[in-house]
T-cell receptor
């Protein structure tokens, strides 16, 4: 199906473990984004990518790693998960331009014990 | 850096009543502004956006927002609330970095009672 998908939808892990969240879009959008959503903070940008092999930090990048070897995929890795990384993670994609609509995936709910 | 402030983390209305969700922005240059809606257990979807073409912007599901430069506001309204409007609403501003790098407000949860 066309659109933007995330996997897994739910994940429970333990502190210190590595976790990778997957994001896939079928529109061939240039830009992709990772956000985390926490109560009282709204959505905060973790990393974004302008194209394959081009990534940059957002507002809260510490503890996260991203890669983008293909236009359609943008995985987010927590190298050593911490309890403070318990959150809901959203991936989004958009075309180029400052008024392009960002299209969001359904989210991944991550619990770090 | 640009930012948006959403007044009221929760707003309660009765079905059929006016919906007013407030958003104020801080920007030294004309901003691009957006309203997104998030239904339970879903991602965000665009309601409407201000791109300087018109100050009154109409969106989906009967929502609209008016850009008021003098008040630095972009409040979201709907004349008559429906039960299906219950959701969380986010205002966002583009940081004018050459592409769409959004800064979101903290969100307002709209509760609609019968």
């Amino acid at each position: 199906d066309a659109g933007i998908t995330q996997s897994p939808r739910y994940k429970i892990t333990e502190t210190g473990r590595q976790v990778t969240l997957m994001c896939h879009q079928t529109w061939s959008h240039s830009y992709m984004f990772w956000y985390r959503q926490d109560l009282g903070h709204g959505l905060r940008l973790i990393y974004y990518s302008a194209a394959a092999d081009i990534t940059d930090k957002g507002e809260v990048p510490d503890g996260y790693v991203v890669s983008r070897s293909k236009t359609e995929n943008f995985p987010l890795t927590l190298e050593s998960a911490t309890r403070s990384q318990t959150s809901v993670y959203f991936c989004a994609s958009s075309g180029t331009g400052m008024v392009e609509t960002q299209y969001f995936g359904p989210g991944t709910r991550l619990l770090v014990l | 850096a640009q930012s948006v402030t959403q007044l009221g983390s929760h707003v309660s209305v009765s079905e059929g009543a006016l919906v007013l969700l407030r958003c104020n922005y801080s920007s030294s240059v004309p901003p691009y502004l957006f309203w997104y809606v998030q239904y339970p257990n879903q991602g965000l979807q665009l309601l409407l956006k201000y791109t300087s073409a018109a100050t009154l912007v109409k969106g989906i599901n009967g929502f609209e927002a008016e850009f008021k430069k003098s008040e630095t506001s972009f409040h979201l309204t709907k004349p008559s609330a429906h039960m299906s409007d219950a959701a969380e609403y986010f205002c966002a501003v583009n940081q004018n970095t050459g592409f769409q790098k959004l800064v979101f407000g903290t969100g307002t949860r709209l509760l609609v009672s019968p």
